[in-house]
C-alpha cells in the first residue's frame, strides 16, 4: 500500500518557468489537499477537492492550479514560478473523520 | 483569526528522559485536534486524534491531553528514544470546515545520548 505519493522530491525551477507537481494517493480517498511549508511558519493550505471534478482554494492559492479528473490524482500547477514560490510542498489526503496521509514532500527552489 | 501556539520551539533531552509539549489555541468551535510527529525531510505522521469532548489519547509512548475549557493541549513523550527526534505539529481542525485545518508552527525535539 504506497499511500501519498509525490514526485518530483526535489526540483529546482529558473523564474518565469512553470511545472506540475504530482500527487497520486491509492486509498480511495474523496478529500486531497496541497500544503506548503516553509521555515517558522506552520503548513498552509494552497488548494484541496472534496472529489474528483471539484476542487476549491485555500489560503495562499494565488500562483497555483489544480486539477481533480479522476479519485486517484490531484497534481499541483505552478504557472509562472517565482522566488516566493521556493518551499516544501505537501500533498494530503484523508476520508471522513480519519487523519490526514501525507506524501514524502518537494522541496522546490525557484531561482 | 485562528491560531496555534506551540511551545517550546525547540527542546533538546536525554535518551530516556520524559518531555512535554504544549498547543495553545485559539480555533473555537472545533472539533478534533491532532498531534503529528514530522521527521526531516519527510511527511507529517499522526500519532494522536481527539475531539473536543475526549480528554486524553495514548499511542504507545506518547500521550495527549486536551483541556478544552483552557484551549490547551499537550503530547507527553515517555522514555525518549533517539527516533523520537522529529518536530511535533498540533493541528486543529474547526467545526463545519474540515478543509480548513489549522497548523502550529511545530516543536523541534531532539533527544541525545
Known amino acids: 500500500n504506497a499511500g501519498v505519493t509525490q514526485t518530483p522530491k526535489f526540483q529546482v525551477l529558473k523564474t518565469g518557468q512553470s511545472m506540475t507537481l504530482q500527487c497520486a494517493q491509492d486509498?480511495?480517498?474523496?478529500?486531497m489537499s496541497w500544503y506548503r511549508q516553509d521555515p517558522g511558519m506552520g503548513l498552509r493550505l494552497i488548494h484541496y477537492?472534496?472529489?474528483?471534478?471539484?476542487?476549491d482554494q485555500g489560503e495562499v492559492p494565488n500562483g497555483y492550479n489544480v486539477s481533480r479528473s479522476t479519485t486517484e490524482d490531484f497534481p499541483l500547477r505552478l504557472l509562472s514560478a517565482a522566488p516566493s514560490q521556493t518551499s516544501v510542498y505537501f500533498c494530503a489526503s484523508s476520508q471522513g473523520e480519519s487523519g490526514y496521509t501525507f506524501g514524502s514532500g518537494t522541496r522546490l527552489t525557484v531561482v | 483569526k485562528n491560531q496555534v501556539e506551540q511551545s517550546p520551539q525547540s527542546l533538546i533531552i536525554l535518551e530516556g528522559k520524559n518531555c512535554t509539549l504544549q498547543?495553545?489555541?485559539?480555533?473555537?468551535?472545533?472539533?478534533?485536534l491532532r498531534w503529528y510527529k514530522q521527521d526531516t525531510g519527510r511527511g507529517p505522521v499522526s500519532l494522536t486524534i481527539m475531539t473536543f469532548s475526549e480528554n486524553t489519547k495514548s499511542n504507545g509512548r506518547y500521550t495527549a491531553t486536551l483541556d478544552a475549557d483552557t484551549k490547551q493541549s499537550s503530547l507527553h513523550i515517555t522514555a525518549s528514544q533517539l527516533s523520537d527526534s522529529a518536530s511535533y505539529i498540533c493541528v486543529v481542525t474547526p467545526t463545519g470546515t474540515a478543509s480548513k485545518l489549522t497548523f502550529g508552527t511545530g516543536t523541534r525535539l531532539q533527544v541525545t545520548l
Open positions: 486509498m480511495n480517498h474523496e478529500y
Open positions: 498547543c495553545n489555541y485559539t480555533v473555537s468551535p472545533f472539533s478534533n
Open positions: 477537492s472534496v472529489g474528483a471534478g471539484i476542487t
